[in-house]
């Protein structure tokens, strides 16, 4: 008996310990929940996604207890509705801590350790995307770091960038001996210099374009030689300088322990990417590339068989270079020359031929036709690709150890028939027969945009001058018509075409311009604040019909937007109804709004084109 009286008392004083925990533990749930709904700049970043954010509570989201039902309906469901309930729009979103001011989601280091994924770090899988759950991601704005400022004019912003945005100078220090950058009072400049270009890189480039006896030195070959890959760029001034002789490059690094490279070539207004050559395919298409370019970029080539060349040579057009400048191209110690001696068979098994080489720099070339492989002793490796590898299939694909040979009409033609630029933007390329899209189909899809952009301008004049954009992103580019239809501006476009579409990225490469594959239900791989302009063509209606959030996109574009940057969004009217809603909690604002009947002619008239301009707000203001 005395056992059972026992029992009984502790079972009530555990009882009674549960019911103390869980009204504790309930206070915290609404104390935090209060803090959460408001804009304290201390509030810690909140999970989200689509159903996270909307059992929240009506604390966040300012609805009625009892209309949860309506809150766990999908985002898609409410835009084909046409009719948004007031009472699931967020009255705000909270800020990220401040720890979260240079946030890549899908490049979070953090992430990979907090997961536990077991990544090879030989082989650069760290470095790769590897994105959040829906129930990991934050669901707060990105804040600018503090003393933010509005970031520093194209061209000028080549050379100086404000040191308050992007306050890391550990790279100053670092390359204090190359000239990559150096911190002068409120502001880091850049002198153009490079690990193997000290005296600049209009130097440098000059002594490639001398090195392939190229006219006048100029690195373009009269037009002939139009898109660059960098790998490996640092803070891109190779990339800053080939601008001025009509050359544009894909400047490419991971985020890294140089981690901010790309964050100052982004903000210098200079075309990049977040990437590494690790175990996936780069998000470009086949023979996009006519120069690949390292300059002690650190990558092991031979490694893997030559996995990471063989992926240069899928990106390269025919007859394009390689410019490898590094060690093992000069040096005389015996494991540089070792690595020299393993490269230069390996380049050799895959037809490419030394075009010049002279002190720090050999520059290797890509063969024009198929006679080099179909030539080679059977059973010598690296193989030829199969027939059914699609060279064009890149999001989320395995590189290949294997040679992408040409197609019949390719290895004919002997090599790409591209126009010289600045032709070949408006000139139809070859490859539109790919898609089964016609030269009439592409001369139109130019002349539509070109209306399109001008209407856009008209629209924005009151609030754009002819140096208040640089970075533009296209999310939707199609063939690339609204990149084309800025090349009167001073203005650079990344072209991002979906993955489960059309293959259009090879047309926008064989155009002049530059992209990536990129799939909106995810982060884009960029730093926030890095563009002045995004241009959502039907985005936001394309996205419904997944099982994806439309508020996850408006926050990611948030993220990208520059302060005081610019939307263009051209879609269906309810979606602009839907967007209009959110805009007080993403601190947006409407510059315009118009119907498209004056720049369509194509069926396209009940589109409406609807400009927000993002604004400028601290933490401290908030």
């Known amino acids: 008996m005395s056992r059972g009286r026992s029992d009984g008392s502790q079972k009530k004083r555990l009882v009674a310990s549960l019911c103390v925990v869980a009204i504790f533990l309930g206070f915290l749930y609404v104390y935090n929940g209060s803090i959460f709904g408001s804009q304290n700049t201390g509030s810690s970043a909140l999970e989200y996604g689509s159903k996270s954010l909307k059992k929240l509570g009506a604390s966040y989201l300012g609805a009625d207890d009892d209309s949860d039902g309506k809150q766990d309906d999908s985002l898609s469901s409410v835009v084909n509705q046409g009719d948004v309930e007031d009472d699931i729009v967020p009255k705000n979103y909270p800020v990220c801590d401040d720890r979260h001011s240079e946030l890549i989601p899908c490049l979070d280091r953090h992430l990979i350790y907090q997961m536990r994924l077991k990544l090879d770090l030989s082989l650069m899988e760290h470095y790769e995307r590897h994105c959040p759950p829906p129930e990991r991601r934050l669901n707060c704005l990105i804040p600018p770091p503090p003393g933010y400022k509005i970031p520093i004019k194209w061209p000028h912003s080549r050379d100086e960038v404000w040191k308050a945005n992007i306050p890391h100078t550990h790279l100053a220090n670092e390359k204090s001996d190359q000239n990559w950058m150096v911190v002068k009072g409120e502001k880091i400049v850049f002198p153009g210099g490079g690990t193997h270009f000290h005296n600049g890189a209009d130097k440098y480039i000059a002594a490639i374009a001398k090195m392939l006896n190229f006219t006048d ?85 031979i490694q893997r068989d030559g996995i990471l060349l063989l992926e240069l040579d899928r990106l390269l057009r025919p007859g394009g270079y390689f410019a490898y400048s590094s060690p093992e191209a000069y040096a005389q110690d015996e494991e540089d020359r070792r690595i020299w001696r393993v490269m230069s068979a390996l380049v050799g098994r895959m037809c490419w031929r030394i075009a010049a080489k002279r002190d720090q ?17 059977p059973g010598t490796q690296p193989p030829l690709c199969q027939s059914d590898d699609d060279p064009d299939a890149v999001w989320g694909v395995n590189m290949e150890t294997c040679i992408t040979p040409y197609s019949e ?24 027969a790919d898609l089964g899209y ?56 990344m072209n991002v075409v979906p993955h489960d579409g059309p293959n259009t990225l090879k047309i926008v490469y064989d155009r002049g311009l530059i992209g990536s594959i990129h799939n909106w239900c995810e982060a884009y791989s960029t730093y926030p604040r890095t563009f002045d302009l995004l241009h959502a063509w039907t985005v936001f209606s394309d996205l419904e019909k997944k099982d994806c959030s439309l508020e996850d996109l408006m926050i990611e574009m948030d993220r990208m937007l520059r302060p005081t940057g610019f939307i263009i969004i051209r879609d269906k009217q309810n979606v602009i109804d839907y967007v209009k809603k959110y805009l007080t909690a993403l601190h947006w604002e409407a510059v315009a709004t118009a119907d498209s009947s004056s720049d369509s002619s194509d069926g396209d008239g009940n589109e409406v084109v609807f400009v927000i301009q993002k604004k400028l707000w601290l933490t401290t203001e908030l």
Not at 417 to 427: D, G, Y
Request: aromatic share 8%; glycine share 6%.
């Open 217 to 301: 030195n100029n690195l373009n070959n009269e037009g002939n030689l139009r898109t660059v890959l960098d790998v490996g760029c640092g803070v891109a001034s190779f990339g800053a300088y080939l601008l001025s002789s009509n050359i544009i490059a894909m400047s490419l690094a991971p985020n890294d322990v140089h981690q901010n490279q790309i964050q100052f070539a982004l903000e210098r207004g200079i075309p990049a990417y977040l990437g590494v050559l690790g175990t996936k395919r780069l998000p470009y298409p086949s023979r996009s590339f006519e120069l690949a370019h390292c300059s002690r970029c650190r990558i092991d080539w």
């Open 409 to 432: 009409h390719d290895h004919k033609a002997k090599g790409s028939e591209l126009a010289p630029w600045p032709a070949r933007l408006t000139s139809p390329p070859p490859r539109l």
């Open 438 to 493: 016609s030269n009439d189909m592409f001369e139109k899809d130019t002349e539509l945009w070109q209306r399109r952009v001008e209407n856009y301008w008209n629209l924005m004049k009151p609030k754009v001058s002819s140096d208040t954009v640089r970075n533009v992103m296209d999310m939707k580019a199609n063939m690339g018509s609204f990149g084309a239809a800025l090349r009167s501006k001073d203005v650079w476009v």
């Open 361 to 377: 720099t050999v520059i290797w070339q890509k063969p024009l036709t198929n006679d080099c492989y179909m030539e080679r002793e």
